[in-house]
């Protein structure tokens, strides 16, 4: 049964530090919990209401709670109706297979991390490698955002720099989306190596920068003002290109 101190527990993993504190952080939704349930993670507690299960019975082993305790869990305004309780997965050595890796220098906004990481597995990229800085991976926000890729993709946090370096003096090519570089859309081959996306305020930062190898640019139209794209937009567009 479920008490107030569980429900105490599982509000307060909306806060990063109860999340590292206690290895655990939250899914809420049929479809992410779905795709949760398929995976590897291990789900420590699911819960769900009556009336989520009366639309959904596929869920029969989730413990049902009242309207009032979910809301008292969820940190939605809305909440799903279902709610998965995942363990935190131990941080592994980092061994890549996609022909192109993603690399996020900085990236700050929990939507833009999670939008790159769902966008990344569409095109076929499965092996994610973040800076130490960037946003909890496993931020509410950022979960959300993944839609579920979370779930399928290897994503690493590491030193950037030093992982760029390393690659780099094993001649992996090493791209960077950056105002000034080559055209994107003039690139003869589909290139392999690592595709480098910096934060959306500050682009690739200058520690980073000296491990390009291949600087590319989306190249505007016309006059825009416009100073630079969205993070997620201007990598799905150099993803989609460079994996066509």
């Not at 791209?175 to 589909?190: K, S, T, V």
């Amino acid at each position: 049964m479920l008490t107030k101190n569980t429900i105490k527990q599982i509000a307060s993993l909306r806060q990063q530090k109860f999340r590292k504190e206690l290895g655990l952080f939250v899914v809420e939704g049929r479809k992410m919990t779905e795709e949760l349930l398929q995976s590897d993670f291990e789900t420590v507690g699911l819960y769900a209401t009556e009336t989520f299960l009366a639309d959904y019975p596929t869920f029969s082993e989730a413990e049902v709670v009242s309207e009032m305790q979910m809301e008292q869990m969820s940190g939605q305004d809305t909440p799903p109706g279902i709610l998965a309780v995942v363990r935190i997965p131990q941080d592994g050595e980092i061994k890549t297979t996609s022909r192109l890796i993603l690399a996020l220098d900085g990236i700050a906004n929990p939507g833009n991390m999670g939008t790159l990481i769902r966008t990344a597995e569409w095109f076929g990229i499965l092996d994610v490698v973040c800076s130490l800085d960037c946003v909890e991976l496993w931020n509410p926000k950022t979960v959300q955002a993944t839609m579920g890729s979370l779930f399928r993709m290897k994503v690493w946090k590491t030193d950037l720099a030093e992982y760029l370096q390393q690659a780099k003096a094993k001649g992996k090519a090493i791209y960077g989306a950056l105002l000034e570089g080559e055209n994107l859309f003039h690139m003869q081959d589909r290139p392999e190596g690592i595709l480098v996306i910096g934060s959306e305020s500050h682009g690739i930062r200058a520690e980073v920068l000296p491990c390009i190898t291949h600087p590319v640019t989306i190249p505007r139209a016309g006059s825009s003002p416009t100073e630079s794209l969205n993070a997620a937009v201007a990598g799905a567009i150099i993803i989609a290109e460079m994996t066509r």
